[in-house]
């Protein structure tokens, strides 16, 4: 009897101890069922060497008050079949969140990546548009989710307690209610030319000397998103015929109900192209950030150097405001990326991000483009970002070959204020 009743003790003292402790994975994963659901957008139709740069306003998307844990998407044919990026190349998917008026007039206003990331917080009448944490001016890069080629082999997952809060109708502007925009840019290379120029937005490829809005190009432009814009033409090889086809970008998201146990985290954004001068003594406030999303890597001139030492390596410093336990991180780079690393101030690693190259023809799996990135799940409390604290990025690519235009360096981050005892407290 002695035995039993020791026994019997220390079940009932675990027990205690599961239901007292605030954020028990245990007692988590009991009241946080995940949700799943899989969309589809609107019909994109392509035809050999086209370009699809849309817009699609108000698209399905979970609702309610909810902590969204995994968003990956991917383009599909009209039989659900994976399209690989040798066919459809998938320049970058962005999700979107703005508000729209309730009593708004109905408009059909179109926009392209550009001026959705560098409007104001008003881009209409009748919508605002919610950017995240990100650092960058104004509106530039201010998507919850976005990602390229590398989409099929990344992981977005958000480890336990933490989520991305959304549909919190507390944080929506009176007479607006919430909505998400989706934009896709996929360009098609069956039968071009130049593949990987086409990829990389080269303008002499497209035969365009103006962008989409008509005013001329700089000369010195060599590539980039101004010269692959909506229905812009990449060059066929001579006598090249092909069909159309209906593409989707089939994107699938994971989530949970919103409750008292789930730690909000911060989505923030940074770009090595943001030219941002700062001094030791500068003001955060009065920073000017000038983010331009998109640059240029010349080619290696000297003919001395290894190929392993033909690296452009770009960096830039940057000062965190608020900062934050690092939670999740991952780079986005463009065909010739080589990795990426973010630094704190004192030198120390708090992400290093490298690219994956397929070695095949399937999707997923595409020879000479990047079907993955590294990402970094640092142990809760490991990694901090401290308020004020000036952060170094580098973006690294290859630069052995021809220049690349119209090359990425973005680092995404998803920082938590709080650890998940303290959010408890």
């Known amino acids: ?248 970008l089939r994107y699938t998201a994971k989530w949970i109900d919103w409750d008292e146990y789930v730690v909000p985290v911060k989505i923030y954004i940074l770009d090595v192209t943001d030219t941002l001068k700062i001094s030791d003594t500068s003001s955060i406030d009065s920073s000017n950030h000038d983010c331009q999303i998109e640059y240029k890597v010349d080619p290696c001139n000297s003919e001395s150097k290894k190929d392993i030492e033909c690296v452009d390596v770009k960096r830039t410093r940057l000062p965190m405001q608020k900062g934050g336990y690092v939670v999740y991180g991952v780079a986005h780079q463009h065909s010739g990326g080589i990795g990426s690393t973010l630094y704190g101030q004192d030198g120390r690693v708090i992400c290093t991000s490298i690219p994956n190259y397929g070695s095949g023809d399937e999707a997923g799996n595409e020879s000479g483009y990047i079907v993955g990135m590294t990402t970094c799940y640092p142990k809760p409390g490991s990694v901090k970002i401290f308020d004020g604290e000036k952060l170094t990025m580098e973006s690294n690519y290859s630069s052995t070959t021809r220049s690349r235009t119209g090359v990425m360096g973005l680092f995404y981050l998803l920082v938590a204020e709080q650890l998940p005892h303290e959010h408890r407290t």
């Open 1 to 248: 009897m002695l035995f039993a009743t020791k026994d019997m003790m220390i079940s009932l003292t675990i027990l205690w101890l599961v239901l007292v402790t605030p954020c028990s994975s245990a007692f988590w994963n009991t009241h946080n069922k995940i949700k799943t659901a899989v969309y589809y957008s609107p019909a994109i139709e392509l035809g050999p060497g086209s370009v699809s740069n849309k817009f699609y306003y108000d698209i399905e998307f979970p609702r309610g008050h909810i902590a969204l844990k995994v968003f990956t998407a991917e383009v599909v044919d009209e039989a659900g079949n994976p399209v690989p990026l040798h066919q459809t190349y998938l320049h970058h998917w962005v999700v979107v969140k703005y508000y729209e008026s309730k009593s708004k007039l109905t408009t059909n206003t179109r926009y392209d990546l550009h001026r959705v990331l560098h409007v104001s917080d008003s881009f209409s009448n009748s919508h605002i548009m919610k950017r995240n944490s990100g650092i960058c001016q104004g509106n530039i890069l201010g998507q919850y989710y976005g990602l390229g080629s590398e989409t099929r082999g990344t992981n977005t997952d958000i480890p336990d307690p933490f989520g991305i809060e959304i549909g919190n109708p507390a944080k929506v502007p009176e007479g607006y209610e919430e909505k998400w925009l989706l934009n896709v840019h996929a360009i098609d290379t069956r039968g071009v030319e130049d593949k990987l120029g086409c990829t990389e937005c080269r303008c002499d490829l497209y035969n365009v000397t103006v962008n989409a809005y008509g005013i001329p190009l700089s000369p010195s432009y060599e590539g980039g998103l101004g010269c692959c814009y909506d229905q812009t033409q990449c060059r066929l090889k001579k006598g090249f015929q092909g069909p159309k086809r209906t593409l989707y």
